[in-house]
């Protein structure tokens, strides 16, 4: 068994705190941004920041769904996400940029091991930067 992780990046025209705001707002902002891969979001409590539960179906390929439930940390740069079906992490780290700020979001998990996990850790982040890359875009739009 070895780390999976995918990640990928994004300049928005946001301040650091605005954009970390977004980024923790599970009740408003984040179902408009989520991409057509997530289905059954719904916020079980809270809805912003630190002690948020959210839940959802993540469809990472056509025969791979993941049911995710995940407990949000917030500080003043970063927001984490932590499965508590999975040992899936996402954390979202936002920096200042030029006119804006940089948003990274990671994803990583422990992979299978054996030939699975092999093409799990191949193929897996390639699929997965996708979808971060659509939701990155979505924030970005939504952050105008």
Known sequence: MGQVSA?????VAASPQDAVAAIA???TVRPKILSDHY???RVIEGGQ???TVVEWALKATEKRTRNVRA???ATDDTVTETDGNSSMVTT?????????STVTTTTSWTGAGGIGGFFEKTFAPIGLRKIQEQVLANLARELG
């Open 71 to 73: 407990t949000i940390t």
């Open 39 to 41: 289905s059954g979001y």
């Open 49 to 51: 920041g630190t002690g």
């Open 25 to 27: 707002d599970y009740a």
């Open 92 to 100: 979202w780290t936002v920096a200042p940029a030029d006119g804006g």
């Open 7 to 11: 990640s990928s990046s994004i300049t």
